[in-house]
């Protein structure tokens, strides 16, 4: 079963943002400590993950931004 890459980003984003709320609350070192280590692999591979996607698109530099094409 594959997962999703949108996975990934979805689990790094909640840790890293978990851990930032632990640290505002002043949770012991060792646990902000673990999730940190943790966060930083979850990073590594999230980046991996996104770079080796199979994704392609028919758009091209000249399509700009949808919501505000150029000259149309």
């Known amino acids: 079963m ?16 978990t851990l930032t709320i632990m640290v505002a609350m002043d949770m012991p070192l060792n646990w902000v400590f673990y999730l940190t280590c943790l966060g930083q692999i979850l990073v590594v591979v999230m980046a991996y993950k996104v770079l080796r996607d199979k994704y392609v698109t028919d758009k091209t530099f000249e399509d700009f931004y949808e919501d505000h094409p150029i000259g149309k």
């Open 2 to 17: 594959k997962i999703p890459v949108m996975f990934y980003v979805v689990i790094t984003t909640l840790l890293l943002v």
